[in-house]
């Protein structure tokens, strides 16, 4: 092995983080939005980089879908775009407490007729922690 290289633990979330993470997940959304999901679902990847998806059904306030189905869906978007933005950080608090491990790429998006919710949570040894500073959703 040359110098460069770093040995990294390999990376596990358990079960229960991942049930703790949608409980959080909920939590966190039911606070900001007035409501919470109905469900949450949460998958994780093991490969590196490891990342954690967390599916949240059906999250829309009663105005987010009524103006999806007016037409409106673009300003749905960009209502969550400026939700996800506002509470980003809550969020990665929220689910590196619960890992343990430091998130380095977080991304965040709402489908405006569905109400699907996506959250991408990733960690990764080779990206620096500090390079999500900053970073756009």
Known sequence: MCSTERIVAAMRITKAQRNAVA??????ERTFYGRGPR???????????VSLIVLSIDTLTVADAVLGERG??????????????????DF??????????TVTAYL????????????????????APDSL????E
Do not use: M, W
């Open 108 to 127: 965040a998006q709402v489908h405006p007729t569905t109400g699907y919710a996506v959250r991408v949570f990733v960690f990764s040894s080779e990206i």
């Open 39 to 49: 469900n949450v679902q949460v998958s994780v990847s093991d490969d590196e980089p």
């Open 72 to 89: 409106y869906q673009a300003a749905v978007i960009e209502h969550h775009e400026a939700l996800h933005d506002a509470t980003k950080q």
């Open 92 to 101: 990665l608090e929220a689910v590196e407490g619960i890992v343990g491990e």
């Open 23 to 28: 409980e959080r997940i909920t939590s966190l």
């Open 133 to 136: 500073a900053g970073q756009p």
